[in-house]
């Protein structure tokens, strides 16, 4: 598989670093927060990226996307990282996008993914039910009721879930609460009656919510795919989230490394720059070291998952572990070589490091990618 990209995709990178530190920088998040915007993020500026294509690489051309694939969508992802912007490119471009592509019926697809990709409509997976990522372990009910079903549950660290038009629910038709068949996801419209969704705002100032369903009803064609089979869509789609968003923290780890070898390029004790320090010298090498195995990680994910490797769900989780690890370093990192000013909020070094916690626990913190990693391997 190819580590280097072709034309197309170096073009659509160069755009993308060019588009988020033009139009959104930090600066831009900063101030989401501190108006407490109620969406989290900018409608307008969602509408300029799916005027740019970005919305539809991983949607088919019959349904108005281009089909480019991860290897361009993670270009986007990077360098959207490299800023923070926060957009529903993960919940909605990557997450749902996936999910109806892979898993939904001909009338789905051409009744929710030309909105996707115009722009128009936003959607969220709501899938977790705990603290940590167990994308089997499902107690959330759902009940024939005539033609229909009934949907009973609450749901936690919806991404984008309080601004969603339509949610990807996962319920259980069957079985216990942690097995793995009986799952089936439903496409449930976010101003349904019966569904209570809470805003939450997490410590590196994004979106999440929590969704309470209380009796929902929905026809049987809201069903996502085949009834009680929705973990083996999950797992497809959990596995293009995962390389995806480590994209996203390769290139916040990228930007925070960066920061960091400025500053000690600039910042002088003693009458010289810190820079020339060994035991900071060593550090920052291990940083440059872990990013660029990542950067390795994600591109090897991102082409397999675009090939339908056999090794692709490994690999994908592979580079979402690796990347759980690097941008947890270099948030850490990055705040401690920045010293007194790096604890302070007036200083943007310290946004990676919270990113870093979030992003980290999002799709599989790094003891579940390693597990699962195992699993794959035979062990």
């Avoid at 033009?22 to 799916?50: H, V, Y």
């Avoid at 994308?135 to 005539?146: D, L, M, V, W």
């Avoid at 600039?266 to 020339?276: A, E, L, P, T």
């Avoid at 994910?301 to 979402?320: F, G, P, Q």
Wanted: negative net charge.
């Amino acid at each position: 598989m190819p580590l280097i990209l072709n034309s197309e995709a170096q073009m659509v990178r160069d755009t993308a670093l060019d588009f988020f530190r033009e139009r959104a920088p930090i600066t831009a998040l900063r101030k989401l927060r501190d108006t407490t915007d109620p969406d989290g993020f900018s409608r307008p500026l969602w509408r300029e990226m799916a005027d740019l294509g970005w919305t539809g690489f991983l949607v088919p051309e019959e349904h108005g996307g281009t089909d480019f694939g991860l290897i361009g969508l993670a270009q986007v992802m990077e360098a959207a990282g490299r800023t923070l912007a926060a957009s529903p490119l993960l919940s909605t471009a990557l997450v749902a996008a996936s999910a109806l592509t892979l898993g939904g019926s001909e009338d789905q697809k051409s009744e929710h993914l030309p909105t996707l990709v115009a722009g128009e409509k936003i959607f969220a997976l709501a899938l977790e039910e705990g603290s940590r990522h167990q994308p089997n372990r499902i107690a959330a009910k759902a009940e024939k009721s005539g033609d229909g079903y009934k949907l009973s549950g609450q749901k936690t660290f919806v991404l984008d879930g309080h601004v969603a038009d339509t949610l990807i629910v996962a319920a259980r038709t069957a079985g216990g609460t942690n097995d793995r068949e009986g799952i089936t996801l439903f496409l449930v419209p976010g101003g349904a009656p019966g569904v209570t969704r809470l805003r939450t705002i997490m410590i590196d100032s994004r979106n999440a919510a929590r969704v309470t369903l209380d009796n929902v009803s929905v026809p049987a064609d809201a069903v996502l795919g085949r009834v009680d089979g929705g973990a083996d869509t999950l797992d497809k789609v959990l596995d293009r989230a995962r390389a995806g968003l480590a994209a996203e923290m390769l290139g916040s780890a990228q930007e925070a490394f960066d920061r960091t070898v400025q500053y000690l390029k600039d910042r002088k004790q003693f009458g010289v720059v810190i820079g020339s320090f060994q035991a900071l010298k060593h550090r920052a090498a291990q940083m440059f070291c872990e990013v660029e195995l990542v950067r390795s990680a994600v591109m090897a994910a991102c082409s397999a998952l675009d090939e339908n490797a056999n090794d692709a769900a490994a690999l994908a989780v592979l580079a979402k572990e690796k990347a759980n690890d690097t941008l947890d370093l270099c948030g850490n990192e990055g705040v401690q070589m920045h010293g007194g000013i790096g604890m302070t909020d007036e200083h943007e070094i310290g946004f990676f490091m919270k990113r870093a916690r979030v992003a980290r626990a999002t799709f599989g913190e790094t003891a579940f990618c390693r597990d699962r990693y195992a699993a794959l391997m035979g062990f």
